[in-house]
């Protein structure tokens, strides 16, 4: 089982701070995915990246996957209480498994 | 609007009894698939199905039956329900033509056993 771990496990910030999400793992993945989960529903896919180095924005959101393909990062700017929720990376293998992150919960307050 | 829905929210059971988690999607999506979610674990794959009638081993199956009779249709079952079974239960779906396995999930089963 690949393990992916996630940094930090929880984190609470200011309305407007900016934050840095951490995905890392020793395995190597064909594309990383990044979901988020709000209370009291399943997770939903923000975004898939697929080359090392590649770098995707999402209004706020900018993701960037590894030169390695083993690790990556979501970073939000200006962070609003709408952010708040459970982000989970997710890594594919060849063999089209996906392997789930430990997940990172983040709290904006206003 | 498409979506993935699961029989219950919220469930309590009492050890040893029978469970049954039903997961319905509608967007005619090949694959199926069920996992648990536990703080600080992330989400850890029980079983998935490619097709109808077929089923796959996850990570933990122990303790765990899938059934697939209807493609829409993938149901979880705990034969002998146990204390650490108490956990959320999460069924995705996925098209078999996604290159990258892009799963969509159900809002989840909240289930106790006591």
């Known amino acids: 089982t690949q393990l992916l771990e996630q940094s930090p496990q929880f984190l609470s910030i200011q309305e407007g701070e900016n934050l840095t999400v951490y995905c890392n793992s020793s395995?190597?993945?064909?594309?990383l995915q990044w979901y988020r989960q709000e209370p009291g529903e399943g997770p939903v896919l923000l975004v898939t990246?697929?080359?090392?180095?590649e770098v995707k924005k999402l209004k706020r959101l900018t993701f960037q996957f590894g030169d390695a393909r083993k690790d990556s990062s979501l970073h939000i700017t200006a962070a609003q209480p709408g952010d708040t929720g459970l982000y989970l990376c997710?890594?594919?293998?060849?063999?089209?498994?996906?392997?789930f992150g430990t997940g990172t919960r983040l709290t904006v307050i206003p | 609007d498409v979506k993935v829905t699961q029989s219950s929210r919220y469930l309590v059971k009492r050890t040893g009894e029978k469970v049954f988690l039903e997961c319905v999607q509608d967007?005619?999506?090949?694959?199926m698939f069920w996992y648990r979610q536990d703080p600080g674990l992330g989400l850890r794959l029980i079983y998935f199905?490619?097709?109808?009638?077929?089923?796959e081993k996850g990570d933990i199956p122990e303790g765990y039956s899938v059934s697939r009779e209807k493609k829409e249709r993938f149901s979880l079952i705990l034969e002998s329900a146990s204390t650490n079974q108490t956990s959320m239960y999460l069924c995705?779906?996925?098209?078999?033509?996604?290159?990258?396995?892009?799963?969509?999930f159900g809002p989840g089963t909240r289930l106790t056993v006591l």
């Open positions: 995705a779906s996925s098209p078999r033509s996604s290159s990258y396995n892009e799963q969509f």
């Open positions: 199905s490619y097709d109808v009638k077929m089923k």
């Open positions: 990246v697929v080359t090392g180095g």
């Open positions: 967007m005619d999506h090949e694959n």
């Open positions: 997710a890594g594919l293998t060849g063999a089209n498994n996906l392997f």
């Open positions: 395995s190597v993945f064909s594309s």
